[in-house]
């Protein structure tokens, strides 16, 4: 959830804090209920920190200058322990001269039992924050060890819970230790000086040489060092690695919002993700799976586990795994998963399915199913996120950096690593041809162009969805893969425009939903094509005539040519037709548009939604 950055360099043409802000301005999706930031100042801690969003902060900043400093820290936050005032925003300050400066990322689930020692022992407290505990415990070590490193490791043993730290103390300047467990933290690799931050946005204006942390260890940056130490005092390293995008990609590139910019970008994130997947004879290749054939072959069962948009990619892929595979395909929100007594053995293969990586729950019900045997692939557009590395395997989706808090072109290259992942398990099990895996693997490299023709085409939904922008209730309703784009295109309104938007399944209709529909209801039904098996597509006709029959307004998403819709739609939202499994690639993006576009109507801030961040890394 909260983003953080730390940075030590020379204090020369950038300062730190300028370093820190940009930063922060890239991790701002990750939460905005408050931002801050601490710096050493002449062997002081100095801090501006204030609730809502950035520009609260810059205004703060203006009017009361910090120094050129080479050392920083930054905090953008999603509440959790304590409402998102001036006084919970981070960094928070520890020990009774007030010499140290933390920030933090998760949740310190002993928090009260510690808090309640540290004020026996006559320690005040500023906040209502789990934070302020870890802040007072670091700067505690630090007046018995006199070293930063090492006080955040007696301070990190005593704690529970999930958690990035930062620290800077004013009698070490030049040096900012950071600590994970359950929550990310990436290190930025500069020349002459280094940087920390939840992901590599943070950093990436600087330098596109990136290392990985693991689990349990603390990191200290100097600016030209960079040590890591597991929990237990042990030095270790971390992976290092070389990111394949950079500034320019995680910023707007002329759009209105980063999610103009990312339903755009759908074309493209589909097609990377399709790159370089099979080899010279045509056979689907994933190498960097690096799971023996033979243990893919033994599996009886999937499971796949994930939240939000990313479960609904789960939803929609299951109906081509169990088409291509036979496998049993079952899709479980990763916050279920867990807490019932899942049937889960060496035979079943869990898939995560997840763009952060690092979404608590899903990451949860991955350890989970490990600790029962199950194999486990990650499907995530994060590099060396915490849920592939705690993975057996990862199938990265190539989407690039998702910035807007509403997922919209990774949902779509999550779909297509799915389907590549059942594509793939169909053809080691030799249950589809090799022919039939090239066929489809056509089909679906035609797939960015279909979804380019819809978006050039998205005129008349963006002034319906202007119409519309005073409408209370929105229904969906799809069938087979159309349900799962259904669900998808309510929560995007619901998340964005703040509508109240169900999505359902068309055939669900006739057992309670349709009591709902009243005259001017506007619904929206995403039609299979015509050639669907078993004539979905004249029950979906059917249901349309039904609603329509009680008053509703149907918006109709069919196919190029299909004509039997016509007389019972309000508005037809025509779409290249496509083999059934992969139209969901095609629907989905008017329903992406759509919301947008009426959000917009609404003045919303489409990029960062109420109550909302983009990465939900507490549980
Ligand atoms: C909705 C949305 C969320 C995420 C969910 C999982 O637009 O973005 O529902 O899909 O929180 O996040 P990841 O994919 O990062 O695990």
Same mark, same amino acid.
């Given at each position: 959830m909260c983003g953080i950055v730390g940075y030590v360099g020379?204090?020369?043409?950038?300062?730190a804090l300028d370093v820190v802000m940009e930063g922060l301005a890239r991790l701002e999706y990750r939460g905005y209920d408050s931002a801050g930031v601490a710096v050493i100042d002449d062997d002081e801690i100095a801090i501006r920190k204030r609730s809502g969003k950035l520009a609260n902060l810059r205004s703060e900043i203006s009017a009361h200058p910090l120094h050129a400093s080479s050392t920083a820290i930054g905090h953008t936050r999603w509440a959790?322990?304590?409402?998102?005032?001036d006084n919970n925003a981070h960094p928070h300050l520890g020990g009774q001269d007030r010499k140290l400066a933390l920030i933090h990322n998760g949740i310190i689930e002993n928090f009260h039992r510690l808090k309640t020692s540290l004020v026996d022992a006559g320690q005040s407290f500023l906040?209502?924050?789990?934070t302020e505990v870890a802040a007072h415990l670091v700067a505690m070590a630090y007046e018995r060890t006199g070293d930063l490193t090492e006080a955040m490791r007696e301070a990190v043993a005593q704690l529970e819970g999930a958690f990035t730290l930062l620290a800077i103390h004013a009698d070490q300047p030049g040096v900012v230790v950071g600590a994970r467990r359950n929550s990310p933290l990436v290190v930025g690799l500069g020349e002459g000086a280094n940087y920390l931050g939840s992901d590599v946005a943070a950093f990436i204006g600087h330098t596109r040489e990136a290392m990985e942390m693991g689990q349990d260890e603390i990191v200290t940056i100097t600016p030209d060092s960079v040590s890591v130490i597991r929990f237990d005092g042990t030095p270790t390293e971390g992976k290092r690695y070389h990111v394949d995008w950079d500034a320019a990609a995680a910023?707007?590139?002329?759009?209105?919002s980063f999610m103009a910019k990312e339903i755009d970008e759908q074309p493209q994130a589909i097609g990377d993700t399709l790159l370089?997947?099979?080899d010279s004879e045509g056979r689907l290749v994933l190498?960097?799976?690096?799971?023996?054939e033979d243990s893919l072959r033994e599996v009886d069962k999937i499971v796949i586990v994930a939240c939000g948009t990313a479960w609904y990619s789960g939803l929609t892929a299951k109906y081509a795994i169990e088409h291509w595979t036979r496998i049993p395909c079952e899709v479980e929100l990763a916050h279920e998963f867990r807490y019932r007594d899942p049937v889960?053995?060496?035979h079943t293969l869990v898939i995560s399915v997840s763009?952060?990586?690092?979404t608590m729950d899903t990451l949860m019900a991955v350890k989970h199913a490990r600790e029962l045997g199950a194999l486990t692939i990650s499907v995530c557009n994060?590099?060396?996120?915490?849920i592939p590395r705690e993975s057996d395997a990862v199938l990265y989706t190539? #989407?690039?950096? @998702?910035?807007?808090?509403?997922?919209?072109k990774a949902f779509v290259a999550q779909i297509t690593a799915c389907y590549l992942l059942g594509l793939y398990l169909a053809q080691v099990r030799g249950v589809a041809t090799g022919e039939r895996v090239a066929e489809i693997m056509a089909d679906l490299a035609d797939i960015p162009a279909k979804v380019q023709t819809v978006l050039d085409r998205m005129d008349r939904v963006r002034e319906i969805a202007r119409f519309m922008a005073d409408s209370r209730a929105v229904l969906f309703l799809g069938r087979h893969v159309g349900y799962p784009i259904a669900l998808e295109g309510a929560l995007k309104l619901k998340e964005i425009a703040y509508i109240h938007a169900e999505g359902f399944a068309a055939g669900e209709l006739?057992?309670?939903?349709? #009591?709902?529909? @009243?005259?001017g209801q506007p619904v929206f039904v995403v039609v299979p094509g015509?050639?669907?098996?078993?004539d979905l597509h004249s029950k979906v006709v059917s249901n349309i005539q039904e609603i329509r029959a009680r008053g509703a307004r149907t918006l109709v998403i069919a196919e190029d040519g299909?004509?039997?819709v016509v007389p019972f739609a309000d508005e037809v939202i025509r779409v290249p037709a496509a083999p059934t499994l992969l139209m969901p690639l095609i629907t989905i993006v008017p329903l992406q548009v759509f919301a947008l576009e009426l959000a917009t109507a609404k003045g919303l801030d489409v990029d960062q939604p109420r109550n909302l961040a983009k990465s939900v890394t507490v549980e």
């Open positions: 020379p204090a020369v043409d950038e300062t959790t322990h304590g409402g998102p005032t906040s209502e924050t789990d910023e707007k590139g002329g759009y209105p370089g997947r099979t190498d960097e799976l690096r799971i023996s889960v053995d060496e763009q952060s990586g690092e994060t590099h060396g996120a915490t190539h #989407a690039g950096p @998702e910035i807007a808090v509403a997922s919209t006739k057992h309670g939903p349709i #009591a709902l529909i @009243e005259p015509p050639d669907t098996p078993h299909d004509e039997a």
